[in-house]
């Protein structure tokens, strides 16, 4: 097909055989025209969704699923739906999704419901518990969790292992996983400075080897460092870690989580390639009043999707 645009008497070719055209998913008035012999290197996603998903901001409306009320029990749990979508950009089908922190396996069911295996690395087995019975109790139905195992279900699969990701990561060959999508702890003290209190979050756990109960942001960061050099090592070449990590407000003062971990992790050889702020509109909590009428308290109710590459073209941090 050849498509031309008149502009007066003069004609020109727009499109040709070699090219998909799409309207432009954020404005309906334009048309995307993308070159359909590209091969697509990394997803199973078309020019049009591709270019979608690159928005920095990322405004989703995810109501409670139905194994909510089991996952609800971890505070700080992404839902399924939403860690699909960024594996269904960062991975093709039939792809391995590792998630070092995975709570009640929210990346895991995500994995699930696009047709990608992962797995799980977790430290609480309360966790790992929950999610076992979400996999023996629902199965994946037409692309959506379900209860109903009789009308034809697929089994969830995908498995969560017990222990410190630092050293089970060490297990696991170089090279052989397409994507890591995690949501570590968000810095430390969650426990000690009412971290809980403000938010809901029920993540407060005595084992120190927790990132969550380091003793302070710098081993938190150190942490953070170690595991990245195992991410580095396990990710196949040009491939991605993608962390959604949330901002901190803490003695007073605003503190860039998102980004002070990606500058860390840049340190190792990582390379930043962006930041997508993610809002869940259905589940926005109300705001807090904190300070009103005092001084300026941001309700921090947005998390990072922060992206990095193992990029092997050229990495000038790498001996
Ligand atoms: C923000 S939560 C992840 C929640 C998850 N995305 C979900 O939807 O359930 C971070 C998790 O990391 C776990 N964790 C902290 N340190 C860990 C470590 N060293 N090894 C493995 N898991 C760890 C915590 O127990 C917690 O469940």
């Known amino acids: 097909m050849e498509v031309f645009l008149f502009l007066g008497n003069t004609k020109t070719k727009v499109c040709d055989s070699e090219s998909e055209i799409y309207f432009n998913p954020t404005n309906s008035s334009t048309l995307l025209i993308v070159r359909h012999d590209l091969e697509n290197r990394l997803n199973d996603l078309n020019g049009s969704q591709w270019l979608y998903w690159t928005n920095s901001i990322y405004e989703t409306s995810f109501p409670p699923d139905v194994t909510f009320p089991l996952r609800k029990q971890h505070g700080a749990m992404k839902p399924p739906e939403l860690m699909a979508e960024i594996i269904s950009f960062f991975t093709k089908t039939g792809e391995t999704v590792l998630d070092p922190f995975a709570g009640v396996g929210s990346t895991l069911l995500g994995a699930e419901l696009v047709g990608r295996h992962a797995l799980g690395i977790e430290l609480n087995p309360a966790w790992i518990h929950i999610y076992n019975t979400i996999a023996t109790v629902f199965s994946i139905n037409d692309g959506v969790l379900s209860e109903d195992k009789d009308n034809g279900g697929r089994a969830i699969q995908s498995r969560i292992y017990w222990g410190d990701c630092l050293e089970i990561m060490k297990e696991i ?23 809980k209190k403000e938010t809901n979050f029920n993540m407060e756990s005595t084992d120190s080897r927790d990132l969550g109960n380091s003793r302070d942001y710098q081993e938190y960061l150190l942490k953070m460092k170690l595991a990245g050099q195992e991410f580095y090592r396990l990710l196949k070449p040009d491939r991605y870690l993608v962390l ?25 050889g990582f390379r930043w390639k962006g930041l997508r702020i993610w809002w869940n509109k ?8 904190y300070a009103i009428k005092n001084c300026f308290i941001s309700n921090i109710t947005h998390q990072n999707i922060v992206i990095l590459r193992k990029e092997m073209k050229k990495n000038p941090k790498k001996g």
């Not at 259905?282 to 009043?289: D, G, M, Y």
């Open 173 to 195: 060959p170089d090279e052989s996983i397409a994507a890591i999508i995690t949501d570590p702890p968000y810095g430390c003290n969650h426990g000690r400075i009412g971290f």
């Open 282 to 289: 259905a589940t926005q909590r109300p705001l807090k009043p």
């Open 244 to 268: 959604l990590i949330g901002d901190r407000f803490d003695r007073g003062e605003y503190l860039p989580l998102g980004t002070m971990v990606a500058q860390a992790l840049q340190e190792i």
